[in-house]
């Protein structure tokens, strides 16, 4: 069974940094992992995706400059550094697993339980 464990969300304050993990475990090949972010009322908005293979990285434009996407394939982990945060930033964060494509129109099959990140102003 394929799992996503997130970690690494809490409290910061405006313009300082996180960086979140998500650990997945029960898969032969991964395509690519991603990040989703969640607004309160709102429905999950693409971040980041990263493919697995290459590293090859695509950003939403509201985090382009800001966030970084990384992957450590010996650990099947992928994190994502996130600088220079804003409160327009709060949410809770998922993680994904699936094709590259899918990733970005949010079809992928996998995904983490979320973890909360706030941004005090």
């Known amino acids: 069974q394929v799992q996503l464990v997130e970690s690494g969300g809490g409290l910061v304050q405006a313009g300082g940094s996180l960086r979140l993990s998500c650990a997945t475990s029960g898969r032969t090949f991964i395509y690519a992992m991603g990040w989703f972010r969640q607004f309160p009322g709102k429905e999950r908005e693409f971040v980041a995706v990263?493919?697995?293979?290459?590293?090859?990285?695509y950003y939403a434009d509201s985090v382009k400059g800001r966030f970084t996407i990384s992957r450590d394939n010996a650990k099947n982990t992928v994190y994502l550094q996130m600088n220079s945060l804003k409160a327009e930033d709060t949410a809770v964060y998922y993680c994904?697993?699936?094709?590259?494509?899918?990733?970005?129109?949010?079809?992928?099959?996998?995904w983490g339980q979320g973890t909360q990140v706030t941004v005090s102003s």
């Open positions: 994904t697993s699936g094709s590259y494509s899918k990733i970005q129109k949010g079809e992928s099959d996998y």
């Open positions: 990263i493919s697995w293979a290459v590293g090859a990285t």
